[in-house]
């Protein structure tokens, strides 16, 4: 196995690469998106900022709860459908996964599909999940694996891809990550995704399912709290990080399925009248009683939907596997 690395920025500049209103050099990122989020009505947090060192730990454990069944449907549908998925980067192609996370899943396609001679581009903003992905992909060296990391938004990442005409590639977005944006945001986003290909090469979108509701819930307030110590731990990153003073005894976790939006929300919720600084953010606020952070929304899709979310962008459906007992679904779409 081979290894380059490659770096790129995106300070400063949100999700979709556009600056913050009233944003300013000196203040990180990070400080920007607190001072612009929390004063919108509701108030808001990207939920990229979930995934600090604590937060991308928390996040592999509810992988494991047997109430998220997201990851294990999702591999299990990649190892059994491995050969079918490996046509698509045949002949020495490449395999782009956007958000790695711990490499398991690419590593367990790659093994089941036995395509020799793969270029796996890995973009994640993670240095820690990029290492984890570098590792788990080692431990495969019957295939010939050469791999670069892209330390980079997903955005960024895809821009600096280089072009290859050469060989065919294979865009890997998995894990319902998709489930993040607003719906004209994923379409924007795939938009994004079928400017980085070519036509005939492929998109495979791992995406989450609507379910009856207690399931959901269970998904995403978990009996064994980890969730709320996912979703709480933005707190403290904020406190750490930002100078800021929140109390979190004064909060508790809160998930709410919105059956008219499709989506899972999961929400701060503030337990007191209480008034919070964000030093380094330069700004203080007051929440009432009851008023809660948007912290995140996890978008639920029909099958059907899936494809209409996805082929306008400019790719048509060619195979889609459901595991119907998870309500989890694998879509295969060709660029066009
Ligand atoms: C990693 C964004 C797919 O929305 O299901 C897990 C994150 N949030 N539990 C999801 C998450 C709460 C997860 N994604």
């Known amino acids: ?25 000196d203040r990180g990122e990070f400080a920007e998106a607190a001072r612009f989020y929390l004063q919108l009505e509701p108030r808001q947090l990207p939920s990229r900022f979930l995934y600090d060192a604590l937060g991308s730990a928390l996040f592999d454990a509810i992988c494991h709860l047997p109430w998220y069944r997201i990851t294990r449907a999702e591999l299990a549908l ?12 045949q002949d020495g192609g490449r395999v782009v996964e956007l958000g790695c996370g711990s490499g398991e899943k690419l590593a367990a396609l790659l093994t089941h599909a036995e395509v020799p001679g793969v270029h796996a581009h890995l973009i994640d903003l993670s240095d820690a999940a990029l290492g984890r992905s570098v590792q788990a992909l080692s431990a495969i060296e019957a295939l010939d694996l050469r791999v670069t990391t892209h330390q980079a938004t997903y955005e960024d990442g895809l821009l600096a891809l280089p072009a290859d005409d050469a060989h065919p ?16 945001g994923a379409s924007a986003f795939l938009d994004l995704m079928r400017a980085a290909v070519r036509p005939r090469d492929y998109l495979l979108l791992g995406a989450d399912l609507v379910k009856p509701e207690r399931e959901l819930l269970l998904a995403y307030d978990d009996p064994l709290g980890l969730t709320a110590a996912f979703n709480k731990n933005l707190l403290l990153r904020m406190n750490a990080e930002l100078g800021a003073d929140f109390d979190l005894s004064r909060f508790t976790h809160r998930a709410v399925w919105n059956p008219a939006a499709s989506r899972v929300e999961m929400h701060l919720v503030s ?19 009851g008023e809660t952070i948007w912290t995140e929304s996890s978008y639920k899709y029909e099958p059907a939907s899936i494809r209409e979310l996805v082929e306008p962008a400019g790719f048509v459906q060619r195979n889609q596997w459901i595991d119907e007992a998870a309500r989890f679904a694998l879509t295969l779409f060709e660029a066009v």
């Open 271 to 289: 337990l007191a009248e209480q008034e919070v600084g964000v030093a380094d953010a330069e700004f203080r606020f007051r929440l009432q009683d």
């Open 169 to 184: 590639t294979l865009l890997a977005f998995l894990g319902s990550n998709i489930g993040n944006f607003d719906p004209p």
């Open 1 to 25: 196995m081979t290894r380059d690395v490659s770096f790129e920025g995106s300070a400063g500049r949100d999700a979709t690469g556009q600056r913050f209103p009233g944003a300013r050099e």
């Open 78 to 89: 990649l190892q059994r459908h491995a050969v079918a998925i490996g046509q698509t980067f």
